[in-house]
């Protein structure tokens, strides 16, 4: 990243960004070997990558499959009403649910769409009964259980497809 204008991200730094999407325990000595850099110059970049924002962190990949939560269902919620309150209310109550690693306020038919990983059929029933039926103002609920993960990625590889080369 060039350090005059810090939201100028150059094809170096997308080499280190995607280096580091693939692997975020990567020492500056191991990035700078893939990267072709001095490890100096890759703490710095590092630094200013993660300072500036463009990197927000770094996490584990856990396998949930493994840790016994291998269904994966997507909840499509609509909404009785769409006024401010009840959205803030709804969104308020969903950051609670223990059982949801994702909710995103939608266009289209339905209003949020939510991602939750149980055990079994009757862990789904439970979260459906304790956690997704208590949610204020729910008009609907829809679920559609994953059959087969396809393809996932933390990033799709055209984020890091540097502009500038």
């Known amino acids: 990243m060039n350090d005059a204008n810090p939201d100028a991200i150059d094809a ?5 960004l995607r280096e580091l999407s693939a692997d975020g325990r990567s020492s500056d000595v191991a990035l700078s070997e893939r990267v072709n850099l001095s490890s100096t110059a890759v703490a710095r970049r590092r630094k200013i990558l993660e300072e500036s924002g463009a990197i927000g962190g770094y996490s584990a990949d856990l396998d949930l499959a493994r840790l016994g939560f291998g269904i994966v269902v997507i909840v499509m919620i609509e ?3 769409q006024a401010e309150p009840a959205l803030v209310e709804f969104e308020t109550a969903v950051i609670a649910c223990p059982s949801m690693s994702y909710c995103s306020f939608v266009s289209g038919s339905t209003d949020f769409l939510m991602i ?3 055990r079994s059929l009757a862990d789904y029933d439970r979260v459906y009964r304790s956690e997704l039926s208590t949610l204020p103002h729910v008009a609907r609920v829809r679920s559609s259980f994953v059959l087969r993960e396809v393809m996932q990625r933390s990033v799709p590889p055209a984020v890091l497809t ?4």
């Open 12 to 16: 170096t730094d997308y080499r280190i």
């Open 79 to 81: 909404l009785s009403s």
């Open 116 to 118: 939750v990983h149980v």
């Open 162 to 165: 540097s502009r500038t080369t």
